[in-house]
Nanobody, 117 residues
Framework: QVQLVESGGGLVQAGGSLRLSCAAS????????MGWYRQAPGKQRELVAA???????NYADSVKGRFTISRDNAKNAVYLQMNSLKPEDTALYFC???????????WGQGTQVTVSS
């Protein structure tokens, strides 16, 4: 089993920054990729950014140039640095990991990000 615990959400004004963290515990050796999704009220959950163990990255077009995902394999953690935040970034952000051995998806409990205009 894998547990993902997020932290770092909060309320920020437009143009501000936040850094989300996700710590993985349990059977973490085959988690690849890891990433962040978000879900705004009334909308579907969408991919924000993902990173492989080799640090290849993938971003949603809406966050390119503003968000940066990083991963610390030694700490079993993934981070999302969010700059130049916009009100439309307001959502519940979920940490995600895919276990390449069991083909299971794991999700954190979510952390709220609210950007005021």
């Amino acid at each position: 089993q894998v547990q993902l615990v997020e932290s770092g959400g909060g309320l920020v004004q437009a143009g501000g920054s936040l850094r989300l963290s996700c710590a993985a515990s349990g059977s973490i050796f085959s988690l690849n990729p890891m990433g962040w999704y978000r879900q705004a009220p009334g909308k579907q959950r969408e991919l924000v950014a993902a990173i492989t163990s080799g640090r290849s990255t993938n971003y949603a077009d809406s966050v390119k140039g503003r968000f940066t995902i990083s991963r610390d394999n030694a700490k079993n953690a993934v981070y999302l640095q969010m700059n130049s935040l916009k009100p439309e970034d307001t959502a519940l952000y979920f940490c995600h990991a895919f276990d390449r051995d069991t083909h299971r998806d794991y999700w954190g409990q979510g952390t709220q990000v609210t950007v005021s205009s």
